[in-house]
């Protein structure tokens, strides 16, 4: 499987981030790519503008448009945008579009080829909402995003793709149960914000969480704006690139530059089999997030 990390600068402008789509989905269709894969806030950048006046539902115009997208390239596209939530806040969502290979519907948590209003059969198009919000390093990402509350793993062409955002990396038990609901690769889209270390801490993060499910994990982040010499509100998390590519074993295979570009990574699924087998921490775990721990006094 050839998947596709489209290392975008998105911007205030949804029309705009939209032309971004378009022409990164065509250079990777052309290239070969199966899935292609967007940053988180594509459809407008964190800090450039209150997301409550851009969100809108899956059926809206912005994610209606993304789908015609996929579908005339014959690609799945996954993207980062902005639902409505309650309480005048919007939900992180990853849109998740495009032909699906054939339904094979999964348990917990898992999809098959289930399409909205007027998609083929074997289409996919729906959201995963964050779970995990950003409440960190001074930003507040609670005061305007609502948390989902459900995992998700989709089908396609009969492999399992995870789907996680950005802070949700931090959580190792996301990980661990995507890969429960047979994911092998997990896709991570995210504007990762900057500072010292964080470049060191995005790298050590994806290598972790594909060790400690034996699955890919692929890893696509917003361009740095400093190195497209693009001014930036501070504060807001705009993104660092270093897109990559993490094997089941935890080692990077190829990792993107700072900058805007897209970067095909190819995925041998038969090799989260052979990794299993050598170190199956999934079959052995015994001691769970979910088990409290027992505290002597």
Known sequence: MRIAAAQILSGRDPADNL???????????????????????????????????????????WATAVAEIARAHGVLVVVGMFTPGEGGRVRNTLLVTGPAGGSSDGGGGADGGAGGDGADAGDLHLGYDKIHLFDAFGFAESDTVEPGDATRVVTVDGVGIGLSVCYDIRFPGQFRALAAAGARVTLCSASWGSGPGKVDQWRLLSRARALDATTFLVAVGQADPEAEGVQVKSGAPTGIGHSMLVGPDGTVRDEAGPGAGLVLFEIDDDEVTDIRKKIPVLANGRITEDRAAEVVR
């Open 19 to 61: 032309r971004l789509v378009r022409d990164s989905v065509a250079e990777a269709a052309t290239r070969g790519a199966r899935i292609v894969v967007l940053p988180e806030a594509t459809m407008r950048a964190f800090g450039a503008g209150r997301l409550d006046e851009i969100a809108e539902p899956l059926d809206g115009p």
